[in-house]
């Protein structure tokens, strides 16, 4: 009976107590707020916008709109990230929180994410509510390399005329010879739309099958209108018989802002054009020895350049060897 009495006891006990820490507390005993629905989130957009270029980086900022109606969600927080579309790896991610969201509307919190000045990303969007994840979003891009950096950004640039006809480079011959050719060059550059601001044009000849550099020279244009296109000239003297690229280059501040390839047939047995295979050909390296010393700068003139540079040693010894083989045939 005494044991009996207590285990009653005991469970009165847990009874009151019970009773008293639901009137304690308001609302213990009442029924769910059948009123208040459930949070929803959904992701609703994604923009991505360069914000800064860089030369090796570009920076892009990637706004994610995300909206929200019904109840409270707590502990929101947005990942983005990179990820490149030709490895597959994660580039960089960034996390955004957006805290306790009580009031129904759209949020639009901006990730700012540092990736290559390369190839293309898939750029993707994860949102999470207490840890676990209620909505996704993404978008490509693709070109990233083609972002202009800051520092080569220019109005002026080489003219590329409908249907490529026309050459940006007009190459001319100005004198031939047995062994040195001159070649006149001039480029079209053109203000798109600008202040002027002076630039240089580097014309240089390549041997087309060696990539030997024969020659080269640099023009210094100093005012483009607006609008306007000027054709700075320059001459370059390169050995007679060989195929060449002639290679504008534009710089500002002495930074590449374009750059253009023209073709020079002087081997009457074959022609090239521009962005095609090279093959083998019988190369003579001394035709391609300069009188320039070392470290010496390329010529620089602010109008068409002359001079054209001899062969040099190689050269006379070949006309001495020439002219003693003809003397000994006389003679015999």
Do not use: C
């Amino acid at each position: 009976m005494n044991a009996e009495r207590a285990l009653l006891g005991g469970a009165a006990a847990l009874v009151a107590l019970s009773l008293v820490a639901a009137l304690a507390v308001p609302g213990a005993l009442a029924p769910p707020d059948r009123d208040r629905p459930p949070a929803r989130i959904a992701y609703t957009e994604m923009t991505v916008a360069p914000t800064a270029v860089a030369g090796d980086t570009v920076t892009l900022g990637v706004t994610n709109y995300v909206s929200h109606d019904g109840g409270t969600a707590r502990n929101v927080t947005v990942l983005t990230r990179a990820i490149d579309l030709e490895s597959g790896f994660v580039a960089t991610s960034t996390t955004a929180s957006l805290g306790t969201l009580t009031a129904g509307g759209e949020r639009a919190p901006t990730a700012t994410l540092t990736v290559e000045r390369a190839g293309g990303y898939r750029i993707e969007t994860v949102v999470y509510e207490n840890g676990s994840r209620v909505a996704t979003g993404h978008r490509s891009v693709r070109g990233v390399g083609a972002l202009t950096p800051a520092y080569a950004r220019s109005p002026i640039r080489f003219h590329e005329f409908a249907g490529g006809v026309i050459p940006t480079v007009a190459v001319a011959v100005r004198e031939a010879g047995d062994e040195r050719t001159t070649l006149d060059v001039a480029a079209h550059v053109t203000n798109t739309g600008g202040e002027s601001e002076p630039v240089t044009v580097e014309y240089v000849a390549r041997q087309a099958d060696s990539n030997l550099v024969a020659d080269r020279a640099s023009v210094a244009v100093s005012d483009v209108a607006s609008g306007h296109t000027v054709t700075p000239n320059a001459t370059l003297a390169v050995p007679s018989g060989y195929n060449y690229y002639v290679d504008a280059i534009l710089r500002k501040d002495g930074v590449i802002v374009d750059s253009t390839t023209a073709a020079a047939n002087l081997d009457p047995s074959r022609t090239i054009s521009v962005n095609e295979t090279t093959r083998g050909v019988e190369l003579d390296v001394s035709d391609f020895e300069t009188d320039r010393e070392d470290g010496e700068p390329p010529r620089t003139t602010t109008e068409t350049s002359g001079g054209t540079p001899g062969f040099g040693v190689p050269a006379a010894l070949a006309a001495l060897a020439g002219v003693a083989l003809l003397a000994r045939r006389w003679s015999a």
